[in-house]
């Protein structure tokens, strides 16, 4: 009965050893997979926070670039009609005649068929353009349709000696391959009939080479558009609106 109490109580013993045992080695593998459990439950969590953040801004670059495309279309579309006029024939026989004819039917024919020209692109764009012109090598206007009232465009057929002489535009766009087109900064017209808000008109200027008729390489003159700047903020805000419209985005402009 003693050696089988004894023998009891070892077993308890060891059995108590080996719990206090297990005790111990649980104490320590918890909190050790808790804390890789909670460490990789913060990687993942600064993944997501990544790729969302990666996402978002993939998002804004195309934003920004369907803009800047939209507005690149916008010009695009005037510096083709400045090519387009400095192309023809009529522009190109007025520049040729501008050379060897001062005067004469020749000279009158050619210019009658540039001015219609003109007046086209002006009728056809009425809100769009300001002026069109031919300029000549020297700088001199000869031949222009106006529109600063954006109502009734106005034909020209004057000569303006020396206008453009000393003008960047001018001087790029004649050592420039043909179908070139130079752009200006932003310039203003004054709007006499303009209230005081509207009094000065923003506009850029195209300006592309005319050669003569039957040789290119002898560049005589271009052929200026100065396009209004607001038909192209309209383009712009018409891309911003239709980017907030998909989601709420709102875009801010900041210089």
Do not use: C, K
Request: a neutral charge; glycine letters at 4%; charged letters at 15%.
């Amino acid at each position: 009965m003693t050696q089988a109490t004894s023998a009891n109580a070892t077993l308890r013993i060891a059995s108590a050893r080996r719990r206090s045992a297990r005790l111990r080695v649980m104490m320590i593998v918890v909190p050790i997979v808790v804390g890789v459990f909670v460490l990789l439950a913060v990687i993942n969590a600064i993944r997501l926070r990544s790729l969302s953040l990666t996402q978002l801004s993939s998002a804004h670059q195309s934003i920004v670039s369907n803009i800047s495309q939209n507005l690149s279309v916008a010009l695009e579309a005037i510096a083709d009609d400045a090519r387009r006029l400095a192309n023809n024939r009529s522009a190109r026989e007025f520049a040729r005649d501008t050379l060897s004819n001062v005067t004469g039917s020749s000279l009158d024919q050619a210019q009658q068929r540039l001015l219609n020209d003109f007046l086209s692109l002006m009728q056809q764009n009425t809100q769009e353009y300001a002026a069109v012109r031919y300029v000549t090598f020297t700088g001199s206007v000869w031949t222009e349709v106006t529109n600063y009232g954006m109502d009734n465009p106005a034909p020209d057929n004057r000569v303006r000696l020396g206008e453009f002489e000393n003008d960047p535009q001018l001087a790029a766009a004649l050592s420039s391959p043909l179908g070139t087109v130079v752009v200006s900064p932003v310039n203003f017209y004054r709007n006499p009939g303009g209230t005081m808000a509207e009094r000065l008109v923003p506009f850029v200027r195209l300006t592309t080479p005319v050669a003569v008729e039957g040789n290119i390489t002898n560049i005589a003159g271009v052929v200026q558009v100065d396009a209004l700047i607001d038909p192209i903020l309209a383009q712009f805000n018409r891309s911003i609106a239709a980017v907030e419209a998909l989601d709420g985005r709102r875009i801010l402009l900041v210089d």
